[in-house]
């Protein structure tokens, strides 16, 4: 079959677009975006041809579908339908293709990428998966029987898939644009936890997951010793995080992990529970988590000149905190900047004062102006960056064409935080230090 994907370069779009591929279809792909951007590596290694216009021919066998970054009336998606494409959700293909597998379905408001990174590293190394991980990276072959997905609840998109197992990491408010209260948010996470054939592995520090009604079998992970998997003298220091699991009361193993904050504990409980329910044994889980690196844009980490430069796609509060207390964890003896693009002027407007008190624990912080590809400003007249400035003890706005701020911190651990695209932020940041 063949595939044309709209908004080819975002994040899921790329990954599908990867695994459609590797399934024996014919993928292009259109986007706007003509600056590089970290989710086409796949893309350009598969050969899958990227326009940029409106100019080249439409085949009439060709299934179109499209980023929800992309408005109704975009040109390009107009001129698919008026030409007479078939048109297909992105979320609808991805669920035909869960129902093709043994789906490992990974779920949450947070966590979800280095859940399912995490989840794919250990099983691949013995059984062979395939895997749609949040970062652009995928793939997928018709021999192999596990998928291992992370299942977004953005616009309600994982409805349409078809869990084996089902993993929730947490669920907080979120996509206030799309639910209109948390209430609303665990319901929706109930229906698609309840979807689940095999087992549904969640954590059950979260309290709103305990107040979930579940119709199928659930282990509990967490930190708490109510929880059926659980953590116990955990110790967090600058080389690591190490720790001890408990299954059923009794002691199951030692583990370390090169990842830093509680909040990776957390994901590395869900993959062991994951991998000791696919008969995985201690040790052989232990080997591999040592050798996991983090997925792309999740604490990624570089030194240019001297200064650490850590890059994460952190855009809620919770998420914001846990990347700075993570910086915190490794680097003890450093001054800890965070360089924050607030995304979208609804998350704005609900969660400003919380942002601000997240911000607050980084010794300085910087703001960029709000970037939204999916919603009006005009909507929004009263929501800018300054409503989170004017609560920060120690922040001030930055710009790309004003990067020289941080030079002054050039012996100090520089944390670029977005899911917009501030990528051309950190890489005029890093000329300026090789300067």
Known sequence: ?????????????????????????????????????????????????????????????????????????????????????????????????????????????????????????????????????????????????????????????????????????????????????????????????????????????????????????????????NNDIYAKNIVLNEKNSSFDVYIEKKFFGHFSIPLYGKHMILNTLAAIAICNLQGVNKDTINQHLQTFTNAKRRFAEEVVNGTIIIDDYAHHPTEIKAAIEAARQKYPNKKIIAVFKPNTYSRTEKFYKEFADSLNIADKAYLTEIDCNREKKEDYSNVTSKVILNLLKNGEMISTEQMDKLLKHKDDVICFMSCASIEHMKEEYKKLLLK
Do not use: W
């Not at 209109?180 to 979807?195: G, L, R, Y």
């Open 1 to 225: 079959m063949k595939y044309y994907c709209l908004g080819i370069k975002g994040a899921g779009m790329s990954t599908l677009a990867n695994i459609l591929s590797d399934l024996g279809n014919t993928v292009i792909g259109y986007d706007d975006v003509k600056d590089s951007k970290f989710t086409e590596e796949g893309l350009h290694k598969r050969g899958i041809k990227i326009y940029y216009d409106t100019n080249h021919k439409l085949d009439q066998d060709m299934i179109v579908t499209y980023s929800v970054a992309l408005s109704k009336d975009h040109k390009e998606l107009q001129r698919a339908i008026k030409s007479g494409l078939k048109v297909v959700k992105y979320n609808d293909i991805l669920g035909s293709i869960t129902a093709m597998f043994e789906s490992i379905c990974v779920s949450g408001t947070h966590g979800k990428t280095t859940t399912s990174s995490l989840i794919t590293h250990i099983l691949d190394k013995i059984y062979k998966v395939n895997y749609f991980i949040g970062d652009g990276t995928g793939y997928a072959s018709k021999e192999n029987k596990l998928f291992v997905i992370e299942s977004d609840e953005f616009n309600r998109h994982f409805l349409a898939y078809h869990p084996s197992y089902t993993v929730i990491t947490n669920i907080e408010l979120e996509h206030t644009e799309i639910y209109k209260d948390i209430n609303d948010i665990i319901d929706t996470f109930t229906t698609f936890a309840n979807k689940t054939s095999k087992v549904i592995v969640a954590c059950g520090d979260n309290a709103y997951i305990r107040k979930m009604n579940f119709n199928k079998k659930v282990l509990f992970y967490g930190l708490d010793e």
